[in-house]
Nanobody, 123 residues
Framework: QVRLTESGGGSVLTGGSLRLSCVAS?????MGWVRQAPAKEREVVAA???????GYGDSMKGRVTISKDNAKNTLFLQMNSLEPEDTAMYYC????????????????????WGQGTQVTVSS
């Protein structure tokens, strides 16, 4: 069982930045960030696969960067130029599937999920 703990969410104004963090109890899985807002489809924001490949969803591409601190088993999502449309619950996720990042971006199939951290962007 993998435990994922997110932090870094909060309320910001349009154009602001946030950095989300996810501490994992295991470092052996591909990982990603997924967001979900009421009345909206689930959307994979970014994924970092176990083979090192990185993929980004279309909506936030160019405004986010996914990275990992291997020594601390911590995944990050740097978010810039935030917009009200980015308001959502952001979840850290991990998978045992050893495929490239594009698979996770397209499918959204993960095995483990954190509790989420709320991001609210106001105008």
């Amino acid at each position: 069982q993998v435990r994922l703990t997110e932090s870094g969410g909060g309320s910001v104004l349009t154009g602001g930045s946030l950095r989300l963090s996810c501490v994992a109890s295991s470092s052996t899985f591909s990982m990603g960030w997924v967001r979900q807002a009421p009345a909206k489809e689930r959307e994979v924001v970014a994924a970092l696969a176990s083979d090192g490949t990185i993929g980004y969803g279309d909506s936030m591409k160019g405004r986010v960067t996914i990275s990992k601190d291997n020594a601390k088993n911590t995944l990050f999502l740097q978010m810039n130029s935030l917009e009200p449309e980015d308001t959502a619950m952001y979840y850290c996720a991990a998978s045992e599937t050893r495929l490239k990042a594009a698979y996770f971006v397209n499918s959204g199939n993960f095995d483990y999920w954190g509790q989420g951290t709320q991001v609210t962007v106001s105008s």
